[in-house]
């Protein structure tokens, strides 16, 4: 069965860091491309990165460019996304997802 579950989230404070965590059942992560989507309050959803298979490329966002990564564990299987320099308007709900399968998400929170 294919499966993502998401896990990292958080309240972090503006300018801090957090890391997101995506573990992947039923398929390798390296078959596929995937991104890591958010869902936010009045802003609807949009992907904030992306990992291209087979060649690893790499695209963001322009709001998280340079703030974020996107990176793949191949052993653990899993996809991950380094968050520097938070902002308030990173606030929301983050999703991995494969193309035709997406996990619960976790809710990520920047506040003072």
């Known amino acids: 069965q294919v499966q993502l579950v998401e896990s990292g989230g958080g309240t972090v404070r503006p300018g801090g860091s957090l890391t997101l965590y995506c573990a992947a059942s039923?398929?390798?992560?390296?078959?596929?491309?995937i991104t890591w989507d958010r869902r936010a309050p009045g802003d609807g959803e949009g992907t904030m990165a992306s990992?291209?298979?087979?060649?690893?490329?790499?695209r963001y966002a322009d709001s998280v460019k340079g703030r974020f990564t996107i990176s793949r564990d191949n052993a653990k299987n899993m996809i991950l996304l380094q968050m520097n320099n938070v902002k308030p308007e990173d606030t929301g709900v983050y999703f991995c997802?494969?193309?035709?399968?997406w996990g619960q998400g976790t809710e990520v929170t920047v506040s003072t």
């Open positions: 997802n494969q193309g035709t399968t």
């Open positions: 990992m291209i298979t087979p060649n690893r490329y790499t």
């Open positions: 039923g398929f390798a992560v390296s078959d596929y491309s």
